[in-house]
């Protein structure tokens, strides 16, 4: 028996603003820019902009 992973996509967690707002929360008091430039692209493609 084989099993088979699917790549692990963040976005399909974010699936509400309640949730997208609560992890921009937590990013922005981390303070890392980096991590803040990928947290707004996942927020996007969650949103369905990409």
């Known amino acids: 028996m084989s099993?088979?992973?699917k790549p692990f996509n963040?976005?399909?967690l974010l699936d509400s603003d309640q949730v997208r707002l609560s992890?921009?929360?937590?990013?922005?008091e981390?303070?890392?820019?980096?991590?803040?430039?990928?947290?707004?692209?996942?927020i996007?493609?969650?949103i369905g902009l990409i």
């Open 3 to 5: 099993v088979t992973f």
């Open 10 to 12: 963040a976005a399909e």
């Open 23 to 28: 992890h921009l929360s937590a990013v922005l």
């Open 30 to 42: 981390d303070g890392d820019m980096a991590e803040l430039k990928d947290t707004l692209a996942v």
């Open 44 to 46: 996007v493609e969650s």
